[in-house]
């Protein structure tokens, strides 16, 4: 994948962002059906509101009511319209089996869709810092398999392969939430020194490799009529 940007925005702002141009580029004249995929409470609706999407919201859990209830390793049970975009954002590091649930997630889309999907970026520059001091990568050691099922390592080629796979192409990569910042609010106490440090050798890896800059990563994936 070709990386396009370095984005300073979060998942849902950034989604807010590729779900209007979307919108406006590919369904000019036609109204977009819009389904949030793992939507917990919604939040991602404050996000797109001015849009005038059409939104559904579907959790495996929901926390809103107004969510309904799937387990994307089961086929879609409702009979609603078919969407031309899918939202899923921090999704695909929990799921137990990731070929099958992006099988139905394309089998539920209309053809020529899109799908947006952001998740941890193994590649960050902390994640580098981390894997050297305790062997893990951020947001996959055993805290993160206990509190929040973070199941499976999203690197970047195999949620190519996984997407392919899938009946999607990818048509944009790129990083989220900002590079590190040298000095900043929490840049304080007696640690400062270590903190400096430790930010200094993120800034040189994220120099060398632009992948490495962001928590995140968001790719906009079109399923293949």
Not at 37 to 54: C, E, F
Not at 91 to 112: Q, R, S
């Amino acid at each position: 994948m070709q990386l396009k940007e370095n984005s300073t925005f979060n998942r849902y702002e950034w989604s807010a962002i590729k779900i209007k141009e979307i919108a406006d580029h590919y369904f000019k004249s036609k109204k977009i059906t819009l389904y949030d995929v793992g939507s917990r409470d919604n939040v991602l609706k404050k996000y797109i509101a001015p849009t005038g999407v059409d939104y559904y919201a579907f959790d495996l859990d929901p926390l809103d009511k107004t969510a309904e209830e799937w387990d994307i390793e089961k086929p879609f049970a409702y009979k609603h319209l078919a969407p031309q975009i899918i939202t899923m954002l921090e999704i695909i590091e929990h799921l137990k089996n990731p070929w099958i649930c992006m099988k139905n997630i394309a089998e539920t889309m209309e053809p020529g869709g899109y799908l947006i999907l952001t998740t941890p970026n193994p590649a960050w520059s902390n994640s580098r810092i981390d894997l050297l001091k305790g062997g893990y990568l951020s947001c996959f050691s055993q805290s993160d398999l206990d509190l929040n099922h973070h199941v499976f390592t999203p690197w970047p080629h195999i949620v190519t392969r996984l997407l392919n796979d899938s009946g999607f192409e990818i048509v944009e990569f790129s990083t989220l939430d900002g590079k590190t910042k040298i000095f900043d609010k929490n840049l304080k106490g007696l640690t400062i020194p270590f903190k400096l440090v430790s930010r200094l050798v993120k800034k040189a890896i994220e120099l060398k490799d632009k992948t490495s800059c962001g928590m995140s990563y968001g790719i906009i994936a079109k399923r293949i009529a």
